[in-house]
């Protein structure tokens, strides 16, 4: 297994064989949380004018994103996976946008398949992988905007590499260093500390959301944590 680490829009762009999409902080965890809330399936949008439009077009989904930081008018919940409690999602779809963690998702064209992961489902994501043993993993972090580096996701691509190679990292460490972040700053800023608690919680997921290249939404693949 080659394990391949990229940033930002580019790199989701050039991304090969089995890509893993990062966005700690918060796409990649709200769409955890959405599958935690037993969602039937997310639709990532990389253009807000498209989410409109497939809302117009199935009023029972719910909408669900950010543009700098906050949900734009109309959105049912932002990109927030303490949110993503508020609401029975049990069998219903999210139309997601956001501005780095959806955008490559959608620009993965060059993937086989595409995996969404964080430290939130980080064990299951490299159980899976090591299970799969794919020739190539490209691990994609999307930092913030998808065209500026964060801290959160380069570190977390990171963890995930190590992890593939067997090699035993102390999360404790990590957390601390994040917790001083930019990002972490930001969401404090924008009065979301409780989205920063859940973003780094290490392996309270065993969910791996799947990107369905043809219905182009993502789906569920469930694999315990050993």
Known sequence: MEVK???????AKQATGVTIIVDVFRAGNTILSCF????????????????????DKYPNYYLAGERNSFPPEGFDFGNS?????????????????SSAGTQG?????????????????????VNYLTKLNPEVVSLVAMGFGSEEKAKEDETCTWYLEQKLKGKQ??????????????????????????????????????????????????????????
């Open 5 to 11: 680490r990229y940033s930002c829009l580019e790199g």
């Open 36 to 55: 935690q809330n037993m969602v039937e399936a997310v639709i990532p949008v990389g253009n807000l004018k498209r989410a409109y439009e497939l809302k």
């Open 81 to 97: 996976p303490s949110e993503v409690s508020d609401f029975n999602l049990e069998d219903q779809t999210v139309i997601l946008t």
């Open 105 to 125: 998702i959608i620009q993965a064209d060059k993937a086989s398949r595409i995996f969404i992961a964080t430290f939130g489902n980080a064990q299951s994501i």
């Open 169 to 226: 990292v102390d999360f404790s460490s990590l957390k601390e260093m994040l917790l001083q972040s930019e990002g972490a700053e930001r969401l404090r800023r924008i009065g979301r500390r409780d989205d920063l608690e859940i973003c780094l919680k290490p392996d309270v997921f065993h969910y791996i959301p799947e990107y369905d290249f043809q219905r182009k939404v993502l789906f569920n693949t469930f694999f315990p944590v050993n």
